[in-house]
């Protein structure tokens, strides 16, 4: 098992729509969460950072964390084609000593 | 806030060059920094994990004698390629936290494109 896993996709998804990308992670004592956009031929950019149970919101983009199911999600409302990119979930262990990157989940938002 | 700045972009040399990549953290102290590598259509893969004025932890598989890394001050840390052949053509990626225990996000540079001819 992957310590974090990501539906690799592509997730497509109709402009104006809602899109939900979703994570699990292995380490029950993870503690830190987050959310980095990787456009193609781009370093990762930081979204969103989440540290306990429940929801985040910033702008468009909401992150949920269910630390009981071990999964971190992304929601990204009214989406556009500008938010087509990979999208990386990354997790603090219990060691707290190293941030595990997830394969990221690429998403296709359609005109 | 939080910008990481890396230098060169683009590299394109001959095979048996060393070349050098500077990440430097411009607006906050990098207690720690990584480095990756990434295949075209692949994941972020972990090279290695400097703190400031300490030897650098390298991933399994990573060799540190080709993979140089050196963090001599809290804002700045470099990656030579030593000998490189075209095998080590890849973009990569260096990364800084404010913090050596993973609660703080981390901040990624641009990148540089390595092709090695």
């Known amino acids: 098992q992957k310590e974090v896993e990501q539906n690799s996709g592509p997730l497509s998804v109709p402009e104006g729509a809602i899109a939900s990308l979703n994570c699990t992670y292995s380490?029950?004592?993870?503690?830190?969460f987050f959310w980095y956009r990787q456009y193609s031929g781009k370093s990762p950019e930081l979204i969103m950072s989440?540290?306990?149970?429940g929801d985040k919101e910033d702008g468009r983009f909401t992150a949920q964390l269910n630390k009981a199911s071990q999964y971190v999600s992304l929601l990204i409302r009214d989406s556009q084609p500008s938010d087509s990119a990979t999208y990386l979930c990354a997790v603090t262990g219990s060691s707290a000593s190293k941030i595990i990157f997830g394969s990221g989940t690429r998403l296709s938002i359609r005109p | 806030g939080a910008v990481v700045s890396q230098h060169p972009s683009w590299v394109i040399c001959k095979s048996g060059t060393s070349v050098k990549i500077e990440c430097r953290s411009l607006?906050?102290?990098?207690?720690?920094m990584f480095w990756y590598r990434q295949f075209p259509k692949q994941s972020l893969m972990l090279m290695a994990t400097s703190n400031e004025g300490s030897k650098a932890t390298y991933e399994q598989g990573v060799e540190k004698d080709k993979f140089l890394i050196n963090h001599a001050s809290l804002t700045l840390s470099t990656l030579t390629v030593t000998s490189a052949h075209p095998e080590d053509s890849s973009f990569y990626i260096c990364?800084?936290?404010?913090?050596?225990?993973?609660?703080?996000?981390?901040?990624f540079g641009d990148g540089t494109r390595l092709s090695i001819l």
């Open positions: 990364s800084a936290s404010a913090s050596n225990v993973g609660n703080q996000p981390q901040h």
């Open positions: 989440i540290y306990s149970n």
């Open positions: 380490d029950r004592g993870s503690q830190s």
């Open positions: 607006d906050f102290q990098a207690t720690t």
